[in-house]
């Protein structure tokens, strides 16, 4: 295998690479995980596009008129999602997650990556009582695909917000369970 060095913009000459790390070998996932920060910084960098969260580190976690103050709730602003080898981008408007992802795309692109359009989806949540229509986000000219339901951690989460397929699923679960322990 062959490999190149990019730095400040330059690359380097190509270079035999004799050994690596093997995959599912702890150091690959920290490596990735670096490598995809730097890309990530890279890409969402002066954007101030994302969702704004409000802390409450003081003490009085439940006390919601904490959450409510804007002198001492202090707010961060949520752009990426990550867990292992996946990445999630949040907004609030379409306009504003076209941008990300233009950005995030072009960043891939200057790091060597390429994003791969076949298992990137949309998941959009409008506002509840609202009649919004799926969302046209693009990538290279080809539209993402829109989903109901996406699958996290365990958790399903649902373009209307509803819980419905997350305790089908936990029923479902628990039934197969029960059918292993008691069949």
């Known amino acids: ?5 990019l730095s400040s913009g330059n690359v380097t000459d190509t270079f035999e690479a004799s050994n690596g790390v093997k995959q599912g070998c702890v150091l690959a996932t920290i490596l990735f995980n670096v490598f995809f920060a730097c890309m990530l910084s890279q890409g969402l ?14 003490g009085y976690f439940f006390d919601v008129c904490h959450l409510t103050a804007t002198t001492k709730s202090p707010q961060d602003l949520l752009q990426e999602v990550l867990f292992a080898g996946d990445c999630t ?3 609030h408007e379409e306009s504003d997650l076209q941008l990300m992802l233009d950005n995030f795309s072009d960043a891939s692109k200057f790091f060597g990556l390429k994003v791969s359009l076949g298992k990137t989806e949309v ?6 009582n609202t009649n919004t ?8 000219n080809t539209q993402l695909a829109n989903i109901e339901h996406f699958k996290y951690l365990e958790s399903i989460i649902s373009h209307d917000s509803s819980l ?9 679960q628990q039934s197969a369970q029960s059918t292993q322990q008691f069949g």
């Open 1 to 5: 295998m062959t490999g190149q060095v």
């Open 45 to 58: 960098q002066d954007l101030e596009q994302g969702v704004y969260i409000h802390d409450c580190l003081d």
């Open 89 to 91: 981008l949040v907004a």
């Open 123 to 128: 998941l959009h949540q409008p506002t509840p």
């Open 133 to 140: 229509s799926a969302s046209t986000i693009v990538i290279n």
């Open 164 to 172: 419905d397929k997350e305790i089908d699923s936990d029923s479902e």
